[in-house]
């Protein structure tokens, strides 16, 4: 097993359990907790408070411009593509055609290949080729494998992608274009991860399932930083975001608490309420809040024109419910002809093709402006996870008009 000592700025600390909060040593690769095989959380040392002058490098337009707060120990271990710091942007349209006073959408489209996946996968590999890694396996709806063969083709690392036979071709394609080994499996992303114990029952791959090692997290949980930096240290009033997995929702709000932690954010500040967006197809969060089930464990969802949100038992849904728990917030969820329908008006009137995900985000605000549970006069973010171009197989034909 690899073990490493600290040898650049980061102040990365330890790991704990998300679930029994036990510390496991953030110097050796780990996986699951061994107490509760449940996600490992990364800890920083945050007693000494950075102010964020001394802690970002402004010259660094990427998510790595905070290398204090991730848990990279060697620049030498670094693989990048220019993942991170990608716009803010207003829809003054929109707002005004809605009524809106402040309408804001942070567009992960622009990453490197195409979607916020990338900020994860970035973080993820660095750090598997940190600790002596030779290779990666993923269970993916699309966005993470094409992530992940990406970064593995980077880094020099094996790569396998395990994705649903249905998944749209441009997701496939390029995995092949990256050098992956690709598996296609009948069924939904749990079935893929079926498939991902079987091939890598050995354990000579690192399976970087979401939140089944502790650093995609880390990598999700920039876009906290960034929209916090982006808006001068102040915080929208509402966040919609779209939660298959979950690790983006989880990340944020872990970057939140860090910033309060080191004093970038005033320690009882009112923090954004993270709104959880699913797709009614395949909606577990939504049903586990409202109390029609214990847990996910045993839901059984459909396909989605959002193949991110086809996630039917996500691990981290304890985490996702104490997001929603402490922002006093909630989770929805979202039909397939809702999300095209949102994807037409953020394209007609804002020039934005985003990912069906990203239309799940405004036809959910619109909803809650409609039931009164959003307000006009609050400042409304949306994070759109993605880019419209590799869904056009699932959009194509059904939203003209």
Request: glycine share 8%.
């Amino acid at each position: 097993m690899t073990t490493l000592e600290t040898t650049t700025q980061s102040r990365l600390h330890a790991l704990h359990c998300a679930a029994c909060h036990a510390p496991h040593d953030a110097f050796t690769l780990q996986r699951l907790s061994d107490c509760c095989a449940q996600p490992l959380l990364a800890r920083y040392d945050l007693t000494a408070l950075l102010t964020p002058a001394e802690a970002i490098n402004p010259a660094d337009n990427s998510m790595w411009r905070y290398r204090a707060l991730l848990p990279l120990l060697d620049d030498a271990n670094l693989v990048t593509l220019g993942e991170g710091w990608t716009p803010l942007l207003p829809l003054p349209r929109l707002a005004a055609r809605h009524g809106l006073r402040s309408l804001l959408l942070k567009d992960e489209g622009q990453n490197p290949t195409g979607s916020f996946k990338a900020r994860g996968l970035s973080m993820a590999v660095s750090k598997a080729k940190e600790l002596g890694v030779t290779g990666c396996i993923i269970p993916t709806a699309g966005n993470a494998g094409v992530a992940l063969a990406a970064y593995c083709a980077r880094a020099g690392l094996r790569c396998v992608v395990v994705m649903p036979r249905h998944t749209p071709t441009a997701f496939k394609e390029e995995c092949y274009w990256y050098g992956a080994e690709v598996h296609l499996v009948d069924g939904l992303i749990n079935d893929c991860a079926a498939r991902v114990r079987e091939l890598n029952a050995a354990g000579e791959l690192l399976d970087v399932s979401t939140l089944k090692e502790p650093y995609r997290l880390e990598g999700k949980k920039t876009m906290g930083y960034e929209l916090a930096e982006q808006l001068n240290w102040t915080l929208p009033d509402v966040l919609l975001y779209p939660a298959g997995g979950g690790t983006g929702l989880i990340g944020i709000w872990k970057a939140l608490r860090e910033m309060q932690a080191l004093g970038w954010l005033p320690r009882h500040a009112k923090l954004p309420r993270m709104i959880a967006v699913q797709a009614a197809n395949c909606c577990p969060l939504v049903e586990t809040r409202a109390g029609r089930q214990p847990n996910c464990h045993a839901y059984v969802g459909q396909p989605s024109i959002a193949n991110g949100l086809a996630v039917p038992r996500p691990l981290g849904e304890p985490l996702m419910l104490d997001v929603l728990d402490e922002s006093h917030s909630l989770a929805l969820a979202i039909t397939d002809e809702q999300m095209l329908a949102g994807m037409r008006e953020l394209s007609h009137l804002e020039g934005l093709f985003v990912a069906p995900e990203g239309g799940a985000l405004w036809s959910a605000a619109l909803h809650l402006l409609h039931t009164g549970q959003i307000q006009p006069e609050e400042q409304i973010l949306l994070l759109n996870t993605g880019s419209a171009q590799k869904y056009l197989d699932n959009v194509l034909g059904r939203a003209n008009g």
